[in-house]
């Protein structure tokens, strides 16, 4: 009987070594699969008892900050000022995780990023808890604010983006309508649940979402500016004339009307001047100068814009904006005016604006200025990075005046009185067909930048489905006094 | 065996045959080595009783002293039971389960701390810490251990009594199953419960041991009728069909465990014990074949009916995929993540966080030590086992009784069978039956069954290492397949 008890001995170790083997794969192999899986409330616990970093903006105001308490969870984030920094502060929920930069500067802020590791050793020496790091912004606090009042005086849907041409530091993020991030943050999981209830309702306007990076809109003529971008690089100047019809029908059409704004004519001629168009903002132009440049060069264009790119970090993820397909001449010529498939995020379009700002220059966009060490000391500081040359600096500075050739014929309020401004505005049409467009608001576009000779700051301001002002909204009305009044508040006083 | 005929002195031939110590001494009874290594176990767990305590920030009470003397008192008096009734049991058995034991009650402890002012799963707050409650039960185990060892001189004894021990053991084993449920709970899920007053316990844990001994007694004694070969089928030579009756009778007793009392576990460990005790007595790899084949056929046909049975696939395929489906993959999931988080060292004891994990006191507290103790403690643990449970091995291959080989072997491949069945289903490897870690997990029929369990390896054990008292009359021994007539015959 030997020989078999000797071969269960075998079988013994065989489903001792398997386990073994198991083990192996559970806690060492493929463990961060489920460590860091969400359902694994141990690691959200760990970071709760770890001190969380602080985030600041450009001045030192902490907008997330920390404060002890007596219950399991032993730090509860505090939002300063919650709502006007909602949607990039992001929040730190027990229940619902992590958003904004709480989730992309986790490790930072909770103290487990490979920066921080020496002081993480000397923590764990000197048997002091651990703390995180800081995380600095590049927002203006006071612009933050004028453009969160802004927006929400009127109640409006809508985004604000600034950014310091320059650099691409962003100077200002806003999305509305914004909500409390206090309320998730709370260590009382029925406060947390009655907010993510009521922030996650069909009927909510979706506050969670950051427009500004995850809002794809049509930019509308606002875009107009990329494409006399494509025909100043396309050898063209500003005075390089197109047809000046109130109404054309689309190419390789016999009825489909390409419309003015309200069919009205571009000037008293046949043709008008691409400065003229662009300050009066004519479709039938644009159409037919997308038509000339074609598809390859306008996509070219854009992508030198920033378009296009799908992995663009501020370090919050960013939307892809595109031009869409462009499947024939028609859809190039409904392109040339920001609609069809043409979508962009209202950071992409702050992005055109400070491009030109900048002499033709692209910087990349950022918002952390610098990350520091649990004792203030700073770990790493964002330098400016240009990624690409959009425009010769002479055709930036063409596009430029024509864009204060627009801002002239812009009508709106607020209207800074000293200080010279470049801009474009869109109205941009919602829905596919022209019947549905036709009742449907028009979201409201400015983009800008100034002052225009030197240019310290580029916005680009979005208001959905026409603000306030309806079916009769422009992005002269409606946006173009948010972005100035945001302009001044940077510019003035300071 | 190891024959070296150098019969010289006042030792007899006989004990040179049995042990491989030089004649004329005494084989060395290694009392000293289990005494030490006793200490060394104590050592252990008293250390890993002072981080839980360190960890958990509380100052070393009173009651700590009390777990910590309670556990060295008991297994001192253990040592001694052995030392004066199992002179030359194998050594390590004893240190092996007293650092088990010790470990178990430690975790069930630092469990008890987790859960101190935590609502429970029914939403009240009665704390009811069960590790004092653990201690008692292994006083009661261990002299029930102690008994066994004293009353039961000569593990052969026991041959005599198959049949009764085989019947107890089935009506045991079935009773929760068939009787009411006021006297026969369904606790999560399983019936596998008698509760008596204040009292419940688990019949089928004692049904195990007592069933082995049966089929032990039983397979010795039949021996011969099931090595006849019946057909030649693909190279194995099969069992005649009228010889299959006994394993045809085990496989409809798994069978009626799996769905009369739903326990997956024990319905495998039981069919798993009963093929290896056919395989070492008939030496015979055709049974082990046969015997896989009915078990899956059965387990197949119970899949496609029972609902319990899908439902412990499908969380073993993707537990976390069903995290939120009712009876899904909650727990398999909690346990996994704790295991993860703990990683290779462990998150330390009294760090982790195990009121995380279901069940943690007792089918789950393996995933409580990999989660503290990380992949180095749960790798010790079963190492532990495996030592355990090949040293009993090493008993049942050096005893020279049929009977004793077959029933050490028996119970040595239960332990690990056991230890294979719940710690696979603790890391997924195999999915989920509730039933519990020997020795580790929180519950007194568990622990008195494998007590029991553990003084029959070291009978089995001390008899394969005892010098032979009387020389047996020479010249001749009778074959070895007669051996057993001579062994189950009842004495004048």
């Not at chain 1, 306008?298 to 370090?315: A, E, H, I, W, Y």
């Not at chain 2, 810490?129 to 002299?143: D, E, Y």
Request: aromatic share 8%; glycine share 10%; net charge positive.
């Amino acid at each position: 009987m030997n020989t078999p008890l000797r071969r269960v001995g075998m079988a013994m170790m065989v489903m001792i070594v398997l386990l073994l083997g198991n083990a192996t794969w559970v806690q060492v192999i493929n463990a961060d699969e489920w460590r860091k899986n969400s359902l694994n409330r141990r690691v959200l616990l760990d970071e709760y008892a770890r001190k969380r970093g602080l985030i600041t903006v450009a001045d030192g105001t902490v907008i997330a900050d920390v404060k002890e308490t007596t219950d399991r969870l032993r730090y509860l984030r505090v939002y300063n000022n919650g709502p006007v920094y909602a949607q990039v502060a992001g929040y730190l929920s027990v229940t619902y995780g992590t958003s904004g930069m709480e989730r992309v500067e986790n490790d930072l802020l909770n103290g487990s990023d490979d920066r921080l590791l020496a002081r993480r050793v000397s923590a764990l020496i000197t048997g002091r808890d651990p703390v995180g790091g800081n995380v600095q912004l590049t927002l203006d606090a006071k612009v933050q604010q004028v453009a969160y009042d802004q927006l929400t005086a009127k109640g409006f849907t809508g985004s604000v983006v600034a950014m310091k041409p320059g650099t691409g530091e962003i100077l200002a993020m806003v999305s509305t309508p914004s909500y409390d991030p206090n309320r998730l943050a709370s260590h009382d999981s029925n406060e947390q649940q009655a907010a993510w209830k009521a922030l996650t309702a069909p009927d909510n306007g979706n506050p969670l979402i950051n427009r500004a990076t995850q809002g794809l809109y049509p930019p509308g003529s606002t875009y107009k500016v990329v494409v006399a971008a494509a025909a100043l690089a396309d050898g063209k100047n500003k005075d390089a004339q197109y047809t000046a019809a109130g109404t054309i029908n689309l190419p390789g059409t016999s009825n489909a009307p390409f419309p003015n704004f309200n069919g009205q004519p571009c000037g008293p001629g046949q043709t008008v001047s691409m400065e003229t168009a662009l300050a009066k903002s004519c479709n039938t132009a644009f159409g037919e100068m997308a038509g000339q440049v074609g598809k390859s060069k306008l996509t070219t264009q854009s992508n030198k814009f920033g378009f296009n790119n799908d992995d663009l970090r501020v370090p919050l993820a960013v939307e892809t904006s595109s031009l869409g397909a462009i499947p024939d001449e028609a859809a190039l010529y409904q392109s040339g005016i920001g609609q069809r498939d043409v979508r962009v995020t209202p950071l992409q379009n702050a992005m055109v604006a400070a491009t030109i700002a900048n002499g033709g220059k692209r910087m990349q966009p950022y918002l952390v200025s610098k990350i520091l060490g649990p004792d203030l000391k700073s770990i790493e500081d964002t330098k400016p990075d240009d990624v690409d040359t959009a425009m010769s600096s002479a055709n930036a500075g063409v596009l430029r005046d024509m864009m204060i050739q627009s801002e002239v014929n812009t009508g709106g309020e607020g209207r800074l009185s000293n200080i010279q401004v470049a801009s474009k505005t869109g109205t941009a049409e919602v829905g596919g067909s022209s019947e549905e467009s036709r009742n449907k608001a028009p979201h409201a576009w400015y983009i800008a930048f100034a002052p225009a000779q030197k240019p310290e700051i580029a916005i680009a301001v979005i208001v959905e489905n026409g603000g306030d002002r309806g079916l009769g909204a422009t992005g002269g009305k409606v946006a173009a006094p948010i972005g100035r009044a945001v302009m001044n508040a940077y510019l003035v006083g300071r | 065996m190891k024959g070296s005929p150098v019969p010289t002195g006042e030792g007899s031939p006989g004990a040179s045959v049995a042990t491989s110590t030089s004649p004329g001494l005494r084989p060395p009874t290694r009392r000293g080595t289990e005494l030490v290594m006793l200490a060394f176990a104590a050592g252990i767990v008293t250390l890993a009783l002072i981080l839980v305590e360190l960890n958990q920030e509380r100052s070393l009470s009173l009651r700590i002293l009390w777990l910590g003397l309670a556990y060295l008192g008991l297994f001192a008096c253990a040592h001694l039971a052995v030392r004066r009734w199992a002179p030359y049991a194998d050594p390590a058995i004893l240190p092996c389960v007293a650092l088990l034991n010790g470990l178990g009650l430690v975790v069930i402890h630092r469990i008890d701390l987790a859960l101190e002012g935590a609502p429970s799963a029914d939403g009240t707050t009665v704390w009811d810490p069960v590790a004092f409650k653990q201690v008692i039960w292994t006083a009661i185990g261990l002299v029930l251990f102690a008994a066994t060892l004293k009353f039961l001189s000569d593990h052969r004894t026991l041959a005599r009594f198959g049949y009764t021990f085989g019947l107890i053991g089935l009506v045991a084993l079935m009773l929760p199953g068939v009787l009411p449920g006021f006297i026969a709970p369904e606790i999560n899920g399983a019936k596998i419960w008698l509760r008596i007053g204040p009292l419940s316990i688990q019949p089928g844990e004692f049904a195990k041991v007592l069933l082995m001994v049966f089929f032990a007694a039983f397979l010795v004694s039949k021996r011969d009728l099931f090595t006849i070969a019946g057909r030649r089928f693909l190279g194995m030579d099969l069992p005649r069909a009228r010889d299959l009756g006994p394993l045809f009778a085990a496989w409809g007793v798994a069978v009626a465990v799996m769905v009369l009392q739903k326990d997956l576990g024990s319905s495998l460990l039981f069919f798993g014990i009963v093929l290896v005790l056919l395989y070492v007595a008939t030496e015979r790899a055709a049974w082990v074949v046969l015997g896989i084949g009915l078990f899956s056929g059965g387990a197949i046909i119970a899949w496609k009916l029972f609902t319990h049975v899908q439902q412990r696939v499908a969380n073993w395929q993707d537990p976390i995929g069903r995290y939120d489906v009712f009876g899904g993959g909650y727990q398999i999931s909690q346990s996994l993540f704790g295991l993860a988080t703990g990683g290779i060292g462990g998150a330390g004891l009294g760090a982790g966080r195990p009121e995380m994990i279901p069940e943690r006191n007792t089918d789950f507290i393996a995933a409580v030590i990999g989660e503290e103790l990380g992949f180095v403690g749960l790798a010790a643990v079963l190492l532990i086992y495996m030592v355990l449970a090949l040293r009993g091995l090493r008993g049942a291959i050096s005893v020279r009784d049929s009977f004793g080989k077959l029933l050490g072997g028996g119970l040595a491949f239960a332990l690990c069978f056991q230890v294979f069945i719940i710690v696979g289903g603790v890391t997924n490897l195999i999915p989920m039956t509730g039933i519990t870690a020997p020795f580790l997990s929180y519950g007194g029929s568990s622990l008195l069954a494998n007590y029991i369990l553990i003084a029959l390896l070291l009978r089995i054990s001390a008899a394969a290492r005892a010098p032979q008292k009387a020389p047996k009359p020479k010249p001749q021994q009778p074959a070895i397949a007669d051996q057993h007539t001579v062994m189950v015959e009842r004495p004048k």
